[in-house]
């Protein structure tokens, strides 16, 4: 069986390397099984170079598009053409897919114009936010899907709720399957890797009980008002207890351009995922706009407060452990102090597992090995 992987962003490529890991582990035990992987370069910077590869022991793609830095309907398209040349090639089994990116889009319409069957890992998230270019890569990417991979129990009701499963283009109806989240998979695979980030001379050391933050979807970076409120609230904070904040280069620009004060706040340059694993298990508390992060802070027991107005995570959200406070600065600073003077026993129950444990990626493989 040959599977050829469709990635394009960072985090895409941690939870690939959970996946190609269990790829070679069924390959030992004799099975026929083969994996292909195009990386498209949606997201492309010096630190995906040969050595992150080594480093976080993923397997180097076969194929790198160099498709990055344009419009959404320029990126996706050629993305398609190129994919598409590489799938006719290749003759593979099955493309696979992860989560919402514009590369995940181009493979699964390359697999249905090619009638490829198509398995999409992180199926069924919803945010209910059509604004958002991953709502709409997502959604799409589950319809033409022969085998959906679900990381929760939400998702798969999410996917019933709008009339799932459909008959896909062999006759068969679409498979859905609660699998477990590979990012799990990963954190539990990569906590033995963890490294502290280097800190400049210039830069305070990071200290116990520290509060992790990051901010960098356009929603905050690119609103002038949401922005100001959600530095007043980490500065307000930050005057007790440290802050770290990797700062995202888009974030950077902006508070270049803005009379917002950052003065209470340790600013680190941006972090690879080891690091990013480090603060993690070492912080107290997280404060993100990112979807990965929620998640993650979850993995290591950690409360969040997410700096958004709806989030893909909502089983987060509902258990308590998980926040959305928009960008409001009094609702920011009210639910800090409502969490930090709260015992969050769910965190240290280990029957609350929202996110299976940590077989996902071996679920996933065995599920196509059976769909055969």
Not at 75 to 99: C, F, H, N, R, S
Not at 145 to 152: E, G, K, R
Not at 195 to 211: E, G, L, Y
Request: charged fraction near 25%; proline fraction near 4%; glycine fraction near 6%.
């Amino acid at each position: 069986m040959k599977i050829l992987t469709i990635l394009g962003a960072r985090p895409q490529f941690i939870k690939a390397g959970a996946v190609s890991r269990e790829i070679e582990r069924q390959k030992s035990q004799g099975k026929n099984l083969k994996e292909i992987i195009i990386h498209t370069g949606q997201h492309y910077d010096a630190n995906m170079s040969d050595i992150f590869f080594e480093e976080m022991k993923i397997q180097k793609p076969d194929y790198f598009l160099g498709i990055g830095g344009k419009s959404h309907g320029a990126m996706t398209g050629q993305m398609v053409e190129k994919i598409e040349e590489i799938a006719l090639k290749e003759k593979p089994d099955w493309i696979m897919v992860y989560g919402d990116t514009n590369s995940t889009l181009a493979g699964a319409i390359v697999a249905s114009k090619l009638h490829i069957k198509l398995a999409h890992i992180e199926a069924g998230l919803r945010s209910y936010n059509m604004k958002m270019p991953e709502e709409v890569n997502r959604i799409l990417t589950d319809r033409v899907s022969d085998i959906l991979f679900c990381p929760t129990d939400t998702a798969v009701k999410n996917l019933e709720k709008e009339g799932f499963p459909f008959i896909t283009a062999s006759g068969r109806k679409q498979r859905i399957v609660n699998v477990g989240d590979v990012m799990q998979d990963g954190a539990i695979y990569y906590k033995q890797f963890a490294k502290k980030p280097s800190i400049t001379n210039h830069q305070p050391p990071i200290t116990n009980n520290f509060i992790l933050c990051t901010i960098h979807r356009a929603e905050n970076t690119d609103n002038i008002d949401r922005l100001k409120e959600i530095f007043k609230a980490l500065e307000e904070i930050a005057k007790d207890t440290q802050i770290v904040l990797p700062l995202h280069p888009r974030t950077k620009q902006k508070l270049r351009q803005l009379p917002i004060s950052i003065k209470n706040i340790t600013i680190i340059e941006p972090v690879g995922y080891l690091e990013m694993i480090w603060l993690l298990d070492s912080c107290s508390f997280v404060i993100t706009d990112s979807g990965g992060l929620q998640k993650e802070a979850y993995f290591f027991k950690k409360p969040c407060i997410t700096l958004r107005d709806e989030t893909e995570w909502v089983e987060l959200v509902e258990i308590g452990v998980n926040v959305l406070v928009g960008a409001d600065k009094d609702k920011i600073l009210k639910t800090y102090n409502q969490l930090i003077n709260t015992n969050v026993s769910i965190l240290n129950n280990q029957s609350a597992n929202l996110y299976g444990d940590g077989k996902a990626s071996k679920n996933i493989i065995e599920e196509l090995i059976e769909y055969e």
